[in-house]
C-alpha cells in the first residue's frame, strides 16, 4: 500500500507540481516547449505504470460494500463518461494543450462544451468516481481516489491558467459554458436540443460504442466482468 500511494503521488505530482504558473515557465526556459512537453509525459507514464503495477499488487483492506446497486452506479457514470470522452477528443476543445478559444465571431462553447468546459477531464473524473462506488476498499480510494481528484481538481486548474493568458476569451467561454456538466443547460445559458445537434449522432453513437467495448473486454482488462 505505501508503494501505491508513493506512485500515486508521483503521478499527481507530475500535473500539479510541474505544472504550476511558478515552475512550469522556468522548466520550458531551460528543455524547451517540446521537451518539457516529453519529460512530463514520461515522467506521466512511468509513474502511471507503476501505480496500476502496485494498484494489482496491493492487499485487499474492505472499506464499503454498496451491495448489487454498485454495479448499476458505476455503468451508468461509465456511458456519460465515453460519450465525453469521444466527444471530448473528436471536436475543437479551448481547454486542451496547445489550444486557443474562438475569437468574437465564432461560438466559444460549441458542442459538448455546452455540456462542460472540461469534457475529457470530467470523463476520467466519473470513470474513478464510478470505479471508487464499485471497489470499496483502500486500494481502490488511493487508486481510483486520486485519479477523480486529479481530474476534477485539474478542471479549476484550467480555468484559472486560461483566465491568466486570455481573460477576454475565457470571460467568453465561461459566460457560455460550465465546469459541472448541464449547470449551463440548467441555468439557461444553453439549450440540451441545441447541445446534442451539434455533438451530432456520429459522436454519440461512438461513445456507445466505446462503453460496449470497454464493457466487453473488462474481464481482461481487470480481470472481472462489468456486468
Not at 454495479?71 to 466527444?87: D, K, S
Request: glycine share 10%; proline share 6%.
Amino acid at each position: 500500500m505505501v508503494f501505491l500511494s508513493l506512485a500515486m503521488l508521483a503521478f499527481l505530482g507530475c500535473h500539479f507540481v510541474l505544472s504550476h504558473p511558478s515552475l512550469r515557465p522556468r522548466l520550458v526556459a531551460t528543455l524547451g516547449e517540446t521537451g518539457f512537453a516529453a519529460a512530463y509525459s514520461a515522467l506521466a507514464a512511468l509513474s502511471l505504470a507503476a501505480a496500476i503495477w502496485a494498484f494489482a499488487a496491493a492487499p485487499f483492506v474492505p472499506l464499503w460494500e454498496l451491495g448489487p446497486i454498485k454495479r448499476w452506479i458505476t455503468l451508468a457514470m461509465m456511458i456519460v463518461a465515453c460519450i465525453l470522452f469521444v466527444a471530448g477528443l473528436s471536436q475543437p476543445n479551448p481547454t486542451m494543450v496547445m489550444t486557443r478559444i474562438a475569437d468574437e465571431d465564432h461560438d466559444p462553447a460549441p458542442g459538448i462544451l455546452k455540456i462542460t468546459r472540461h469534457p475529457l477531464m470530467w470523463a476520467f473524473g466519473l470513470w474513478g468516481i464510478g470505479h471508487l462506488a464499485a471497489n470499496g476498499h483502500l486500494a481502490a480510494v488511493i487508486f481510483f481516489g486520486g485519479f477523480a481528484w486529479q481530474a476534477l481538481g485539474g478542471t479549476r486548474r484550467i480555468d484559472a491558467k486560461r483566465a491568466r493568458k486570455d481573460p477576454a476569451g475565457f470571460a467568453r467561454l465561461a459566460a457560455a459554458s460550465a465546469n459541472l456538466p448541464f449547470a449551463a443547460i440548467l441555468s439557461g445559458r444553453q439549450s440540451l436540443i441545441t447541445a446534442l445537434r451539434e455533438i451530432g449522432a456520429l459522436r454519440l453513437g461512438g461513445g456507445c460504442l466505446l462503453y460496449a467495448a470497454l464493457v466487453y473486454a473488462h474481464p481482461w482488462i481487470a480481470g472481472r466482468a462489468l456486468v
